[in-house]
C-alpha cells in the first residue's frame, strides 16, 4: 500500500512538474519547434507591402521600422535597408505596431497584431509570445481583438508591456527573455521606466532645415514628403537616437534617414508596390513585379535593382489612361517591357518613357495574355483565344492572327529550346519547329497515345533531359530522347488544377500552388510540401523564378526569396 502511494506520489509531482515546464515555454516559447531546427536565419526573405510606419527604435548599428509589412532595418554602416523581419523569419506576425530596443541585453521587442515578438541582434534568433498566452494573465479580457499594447518600456532589467482594453493592463518578464510573464500593478511599475511606442501627448517636430537627397522634397504645414508627381507621404512617426541618426516613418512605404548633424536627409522607398505578386520578371540585375490592381488603372510595376539594393517604381499616370486588372506575364526585349495583362498587352520603354496598350481595339485575338514569347523578329501573344503577333519594327505593330485555327483554343505558357518551342494549351501540347516554322499537336509519346485533349495542359517546365507539365489529372515527366512519359506520383498530395507554376532544374521539380510549395527531389523520388509554418507569407501563390541557389516565390502577400539548396539546412 505504501509502495503505491509512493509511486502514485512521484507519478502527480512528475505531471506537476511536465505542466509547470508546458507554461513556462507558454509565457515565452522558442520559436524552434521544427521550423528553426531546420532553417538557419536568411532562409526565407520575404518582401511585404508596406503602406503605414507605427512605430521606430534603433540600435547603435540599425534603425528599426515597425510597419504594416513587417520590421524594416537600416543598417547605419551600409547605408542601405536590408533585409525586414516578418513572419518567414519566425515572427509571431507582420503588422509591427511597435518596435523597442533594449540596448543593455541587445534585443529587440516588437509588439504586432498576432502579439510579441522577442529577437536577439546578436544570435538572430527569435522567441514569440502569442495573443492566447497574454489573455490567460488577464482574465478580463476575452478575446484578442480586444487587446492592445500600446507601448513596451525597459527598466531595472525587466520589459514592461503596457495593454490597453476596457482599462489598462501591465504586463512584464526579464528583459534578456527568461522567466514567467506575469500581471503588474501600476503602483508597482519602477519609476525610471524608458517607454516605446504610442503617445497622445508628443508632437512630431519637422524641421525646415534638412537638407533633402532625392526626388522629393518638404512640406513643412501638412508634416509631409513631397514627390515629383505631387503625390504626398504624410510623417507619421520620428525618431532621433544617441548615435546622431534621426528617423523618419510616413503612411506609405517612403521611409527617410538622415544625420542630425549636418542635417543630410534621405528617402527611401523601401517594398513592393502592391500586395498580391502574380508575376515575376527576374534577369540578375533587376526583379520586376507584376501586380494586381483593383482600380483597374495600370499604377506601374515594382523594380528592385540589384546594383543600387533599392525598390523602383514605374507608373503610367493618368493621362495615359491605362488600364488592366491583372499582370499575368511580363518579358523585358531591349528597352522595352512588356505585360501580359487581363486586359491586353501593356508596354513601357524604359528608355524613352513611353507606355502604349494593345487591346481587342487594337486587334488582338484576346485581351487576356498568358504568355509573351519572342520568336525572330515577331512576339507572340498567348492568349485565351489563340495566338496573336506583334511586330518589332522600331514601334509595336499588330499584325495577324498565328493561326487562325488556333481562335477556338487557349494557350497558356511556353518553352523553349534550340530548335523547338513547346506550347501548353486547352487542346494539350503544341510543337513549334522554328526551323520548318511548323506546328504539330503531340499526342504521340513513344509507342503510347495520349489525348491532352482531354485534359488541357496549364504549365510548362524543360531541362536539359526532360519536359514537365501539368494538367487536371497530375504532373507528367518525358524523356526528350525516348518520348517516354510517367506520371509522378501524387497521392499524398493531389494537386491537379491547383498548380500556378512550374520550375524545373537537373535534380528538384516545384510547384507553385494555392496549398503551398512542393519540391519533388528526382534522386529520392520524394515530395517536400513548404507552407506558412516554412517561412512562406501566404500558402496562397502565383509564381515562381530561379535565382541560382534561391527560389523567388510570388504570392498573395508578397515577393519570398528562398535559399533552397542552403548547405547548412537538415533536411527530414
Known amino acids: 500500500?505504501?509502495?503505491?502511494?509512493?509511486?502514485?506520489?512521484?507519478?502527480?509531482?512528475?505531471?506537476?512538474?511536465?505542466?509547470?515546464?508546458?507554461?513556462?515555454?507558454?509565457?515565452?516559447?522558442?520559436?524552434?519547434?521544427?521550423?528553426?531546427?531546420?532553417?538557419?536565419?536568411?532562409?526565407?526573405?520575404?518582401?511585404?507591402?508596406?503602406?503605414?510606419?507605427?512605430?521606430?527604435?534603433?540600435?547603435?548599428?540599425?534603425?528599426?521600422?515597425?510597419?504594416?509589412?513587417?520590421?524594416?532595418?537600416?543598417?547605419?554602416?551600409?547605408?542601405?535597408?536590408?533585409?525586414?523581419?516578418?513572419?518567414?523569419?519566425?515572427?509571431?506576425?507582420?503588422?509591427?505596431?511597435?518596435?523597442?530596443?533594449?540596448?543593455?541585453?541587445?534585443?529587440?521587442?516588437?509588439?504586432?497584431?498576432?502579439?510579441?515578438?522577442?529577437?536577439?541582434?546578436?544570435?538572430?534568433?527569435?522567441?514569440?509570445?502569442?495573443?492566447?498566452?497574454?489573455?490567460?494573465?488577464?482574465?478580463?479580457?476575452?478575446?484578442?481583438?480586444?487587446?492592445?499594447?500600446?507601448?513596451?518600456?525597459?527598466?531595472?532589467?525587466?520589459?514592461?508591456?503596457?495593454?490597453?482594453?476596457?482599462q489598462t493592463y501591465y504586463l512584464s518578464t526579464q528583459a534578456n527573455g527568461s522567466g514567467f510573464l506575469s500581471l503588474v500593478e501600476d503602483v508597482d511599475l519602477p519609476p525610471n521606466i524608458e517607454w516605446f511606442g504610442w503617445s497622445q501627448n508628443t508632437e512630431i517636430e519637422f524641421e525646415s532645415n534638412w537638407n533633402l537627397e532625392g526626388n522629393f522634397r518638404m512640406d513643412l504645414q501638412e508634416k509631409a514628403f513631397v514627390g515629383t508627381e505631387f503625390e504626398k507621404y504624410r510623417i507619421t512617426f520620428k525618431h532621433q537616437d544617441r548615435f546622431g541618426m534621426t528617423y523618419f516613418g510616413t503612411n506609405s512605404n517612403l521611409l527617410a534617414v538622415g544625420r542630425t548633424v549636418g542635417k543630410f536627409l534621405k528617402p527611401y522607398q523601401i517594398a513592393p508596390l502592391k500586395k498580391e505578386v502574380t508575376s515575376i520578371l527576374y534577369n540578375g540585375n533587376e526583379l520586376v513585379l507584376g501586380s494586381k490592381f483593383p482600380h483597374r488603372k495600370f499604377k506601374g510595376f515594382s523594380i528592385f535593382d540589384y546594383q543600387t539594393n533599392s525598390w523602383n517604381y514605374f507608373d503610367s499616370r493618368e493621362d495615359y489612361n491605362i488600364r488592366e486588372d491583372r499582370v499575368l506575364k511580363i518579358k523585358k526585349i531591349g528597352n522595352t517591357y512588356f505585360f501580359g495583362t487581363l486586359n491586353g498587352l501593356v508596354t513601357y520603354n524604359s528608355e524613352t518613357d513611353y507606355w502604349n496598350q494593345l487591346t481587342l481595339a487594337s486587334g488582338l485575338a484576346d485581351e487576356e495574355i498568358n504568355d509573351i514569347i519572342k520568336v525572330g523578329s515577331e512576339v507572340w501573344l498567348l492568349t485565351v483565344r489563340g495566338i496573336s503577333v506583334v511586330t518589332l519594327n522600331g514601334s509595336l505593330i499588330l499584325s495577324k492572327d498565328l493561326r487562325k485555327d488556333f481562335r477556338d483554343k487557349e494557350f497558356y505558357e511556353t518553352v523553349e529550346n534550340k530548335e523547338t518551342i513547346w506550347l501548353a494549351s486547352s487542346s494539350g501540347i503544341f510543337i513549334y519547329d522554328k526551323k520548318e516554322k511548323t506546328f504539330e499537336l503531340f499526342t504521340k509519346f513513344g509507342e503510347r497515345t495520349i489525348k491532352p485533349s482531354y485534359n488541357p495542359v496549364k504549365n510548362l517546365a524543360l531541362n536539359k533531359t526532360h519536359l514537365f507539365w501539368n494538367n487536371d489529372v497530375g504532373v507528367f515527366k518525358m524523356d526528350l530522347k525516348t518520348q517516354q512519359v510517367e506520371i509522378l506520383p501524387l497521392k499524398r498530395y493531389p494537386l491537379g488544377e491547383k498548380i500556378r507554376d512550374i520550375l524545373v532544374d537537373s535534380g528538384n521539380l516545384w510547384l507553385a500552388t494555392n496549398e503551398g510549395l512542393f519540391e519533388f527531389e528526382f534522386k529520392n523520388q520524394k515530395w517536400t510540401h513548404y507552407t506558412e509554418k516554412d517561412g512562406l507569407p501566404s500558402d496562397n501563390l502565383f509564381c515562381l523564378a530561379w535565382d541560382l541557389d534561391f527560389i523567388k516565390i510570388g504570392s498573395d502577400n508578397g515577393i519570398t526569396n528562398f535559399y533552397w539548396n542552403n548547405p547548412r539546412r537538415i533536411k527530414n
Open 1 to 166: 500500500m505504501k509502495g503505491r502511494f509512493i509511486k502514485s506520489l512521484r507519478y502527480l509531482i512528475f505531471l506537476l512538474v511536465l505542466i509547470s515546464t508546458q507554461v513556462c515555454l507558454a509565457q515565452l516559447e522558442p520559436n524552434l519547434e521544427k521550423r528553426n531546427l531546420k532553417y538557419k536565419f536568411g532562409d526565407w526573405v520575404s518582401n511585404l507591402q508596406v503602406d503605414f510606419c507605427y512605430s521606430i527604435s534603433s540600435s547603435s548599428r540599425i534603425g528599426y521600422f515597425g510597419t504594416s509589412g513587417g520590421i524594416q532595418r537600416f543598417d547605419v554602416l551600409k547605408k542601405e535597408f536590408i533585409s525586414p523581419l516578418t513572419t518567414s523569419d519566425g515572427f509571431i506576425g507582420n503588422k509591427a505596431y511597435i518596435v523597442a530596443f533594449d540596448r543593455l541585453n541587445s534585443t529587440l521587442w516588437s509588439a504586432s497584431d498576432k502579439g510579441i515578438s522577442f529577437w536577439s541582434e546578436i544570435s538572430e534568433r527569435v522567441r514569440n509570445i502569442s495573443n492566447s498566452t497574454i489573455l490567460i494573465k488577464i482574465p478580463q479580457i476575452t478575446f484578442e481583438d480586444q487587446l492592445f499594447i500600446t507601448n513596451i518600456g525597459f527598466g531595472e532589467g525587466k520589459v514592461f508591456f503596457r495593454i490597453q482594453a476596457f
